[in-house]
């Protein structure tokens, strides 16, 4: 039996030197990401980070969590603010920021989305609202004064316009003569043309300023820290686990400029009347602590 302890010596020197390979496992090849049945978030969906969003990572208390190499926790709690989003049961949102909002918030029994922020705040990271969105449409005003213009300067001169351009025509034949009187009533019309192109090239970059940006998180600059609740529900007991219990299933994803920086997704289970939904919001907040 004494020549193998050599060799076993060897393999626990191996198995200390060699680190565990936390997180090896991507919620991407698990069987519950296979089921139709199970929810994922839009974003996650839309950037693939189910593929790299491994097991419990170190630092971390969150189930499921993919981290981009440029994530650093250090910079996001220098940038100021980070705008933050929250979506109810649907993937994907309403769309509408505040009404998502409030919806998550008015779950009944159910502050995951107060959970969540006040867990990321603790660790220095400060959040802001989005802000409400532009209307639909640029000014109705606006848009007719276009019209008009575009209108004017494709039309000859009609009602008092042209009365008075045929007065100062007759006035100037009467001075200068035919030909003379043609070229100033030229002149006076590419005056007139130049002053309404102006005018339209000044309205339709009042227009194009007035156009809803997109309220999609993805499409804005800086940080936006998007949250999605995935499930909720109670389970009363069976006769093998006679407890009743009540579980949240959540996500997030955090974007710079677009750009995925850090995902997770973590479920969170209590018994009886315990909160499972704020112990999800802050189990989902570990994941900034990822080493």
Not at 38 to 65: A, H, I, Q, R, S
Not at 181 to 200: G, P
Request: charged content about 25%; glycine content about 8%; aromatic content about 8%.
């Amino acid at each position: 039996m004494r020549r193998f302890v050599p060799a076993l010596a060897l393999l626990a020197a191996v198995a200390l030197s060699t680190p565990a390979i936390a997180g090896s496992k991507a919620f991407a090849s698990t069987s519950d990401y296979k089921k139709d049945s199970e929810m994922k978030g839009y974003l996650n969906l839309k950037f693939k980070t189910y593929e790299t969003m491994f097991e419990t990572p170190k630092g971390t208390d969150c189930d499921w969590v993919m981290r981009a190499p440029e994530f650093n926790l250090a910079d996001l709690r220098n940038v100021g603010s980070v705008t933050y989003y929250a979506g109810g049961l649907s993937a994907a949102g309403s769309g509408n920021p505040y009404l998502d909002l409030a919806l998550m918030q008015n779950f009944y029994g159910n502050g995951l989305a107060t959970a969540f922020e006040s867990a990321v705040m603790s660790l220095g990271i400060q959040t802001v609202k989005p802000n409400a969105q532009k209307a639909d449409d640029p000014s109705k005003a606006d848009q007719a004064r276009l019209a008009s213009l575009k209108t004017k300067l494709d039309a000859d001169l009609t009602g008092m316009d042209l009365e008075v351009e045929k007065a100062l025509f007759d006035e100037d034949k009467g001075k200068v003569g035919v030909s003379e009187a043609v070229k100033f009533a030229n002149a006076r019309k590419e005056e007139r043309t130049a002053k309404i192109t102006a005018r339209i090239a000044e309205l339709e970059a009042k227009i194009a300023a007035t156009k809803p940006v997109s309220a999609n998180p993805e499409d804005q600059s800086g940080f936006s820290l998007i949250l999605y609740l995935m499930d909720s529900g109670i389970s009363a007991g069976s006769y093998f686990s006679p407890v009743a219990t009540n579980s949240t299933t959540a996500e997030f994803i955090l974007l710079k400029d677009g750009k995925p920086m850090l995902a997770g997704r973590h479920c969170a289970v209590s018994a009886m009347f315990g909160s499972s939904t704020q112990k999800c919001g802050q189990k989902l907040a570990t994941a900034f602590n990822i080493k």
